[in-house]
């Protein structure tokens, strides 16, 4: 485990098979649907790759980049990178690795939707429902999680963690 981690939450093995329960209940539901599948950069790089791996359907991929964090403080929208491709008519699934307060999603979601997607649904790897301050719910949840900063799997600390195979409290130290 990195000196910098608390605790483990979640093991690459149980984040694998979590990934084939969620690909289970996409297939299920956009077997007959135009699947595009949109990563939101940085973060849901590892969970997105583990992800589809196990959704055996005709999906298409893009990413935006949009941020709300800077270090542990929640601050203002910026798209840094917008999709290639036109969403019109596209059921897109929004691929996240953790939904805290739903600004990110919120904004995002009601973007494409202004842009002509059918249809817009999340899937999340973590969910920190405490952390809500936006009405908003992913559909698919991969963990529930508790109220504490967490990283790896694709989360970040000052661009720092996203490598670790497996999702950990930070320890409070690195961040106060
Ligand atoms: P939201 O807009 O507040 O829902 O923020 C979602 C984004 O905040 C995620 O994509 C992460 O980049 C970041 N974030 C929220 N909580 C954590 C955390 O515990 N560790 C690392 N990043 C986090």
Same mark, same amino acid.
């Not at 485990?1 to 608390?6: E, G, I, L, T």
């Given at each position: 485990?990195?000196?910098?981690?608390?605790?483990?939450?979640?093991?690459?093995?149980?984040?694998?098979?979590?990934?084939?329960?969620?690909?289970?209940?996409?297939?299920?539901?956009?077997?007959?649907?135009?699947?595009?599948?949109?990563? +939101?950069? @940085?973060?849901?790089?590892?969970?997105?790759?583990?992800?589809? &791996?196990? $959704?055996?359907? #005709?999906?298409?991929?893009?990413?935006?980049?949009?941020?709300?964090?800077?270090?542990?403080?929640?601050?203002?929208?910026?798209?840094?990178?917008?999709?290639?491709?036109?969403?019109?008519?596209?059921?897109?699934?929004?691929?996240?690795?953790?939904?805290?307060?739903?600004?990110?999603?919120?904004?995002?979601?009601?973007?494409?939707?202004?842009?002509?997607?059918?249809?817009?649904?999340?899937?999340?790897? +973590?969910? @920190?429902?405490?952390?809500?301050?936006?009405?908003?719910?992913? &559909?698919? $949840?991969?963990? #529930?999680?508790?109220?504490?900063?967490?990283?790896?799997?694709?989360?970040?600390?000052?661009?720092?963690?996203?490598?670790?195979?497996?999702?950990?409290?930070?320890?409070?130290?690195?961040?106060?």
């Amino acid at each position: 485990m990195h000196r910098n981690v608390k605790e483990i939450l979640y093991t690459q093995e149980e984040i694998t098979q979590k990934c084939k329960e969620l690909a289970k209940q996409i297939m299920n539901d956009y077997h007959d649907k135009n699947l595009l599948m949109v990563g +939101l950069l @940085k973060g849901s790089v590892p969970f997105l790759a583990e992800l589809s &791996k196990f $959704v055996n359907l #005709d999906v298409t991929f893009d990413y935006m980049d949009v941020s709300s964090y800077e270090g542990v403080e929640s601050k203002a929208i910026t798209i840094k990178k917008d999709l290639d491709q036109e969403v019109k008519g596209k059921d897109i699934l929004l691929v996240e690795d953790i939904l805290d307060t739903g600004k990110t999603l919120t904004t995002v979601k009601a973007m494409l939707l202004e842009r002509g997607a059918a249809s817009v649904e999340i899937v999340t790897m +973590l969910d @920190k429902k405490e952390g809500r301050t936006y009405p908003i719910e992913a &559909k698919y $949840v991969g963990f #529930d999680i508790p109220n504490a900063f967490v990283v790896g799997f694709g989360l970040d600390f000052d661009e720092k963690y996203r490598n670790l195979p497996y999702v950990g409290i930070l320890k409070e130290e690195c961040y106060l």
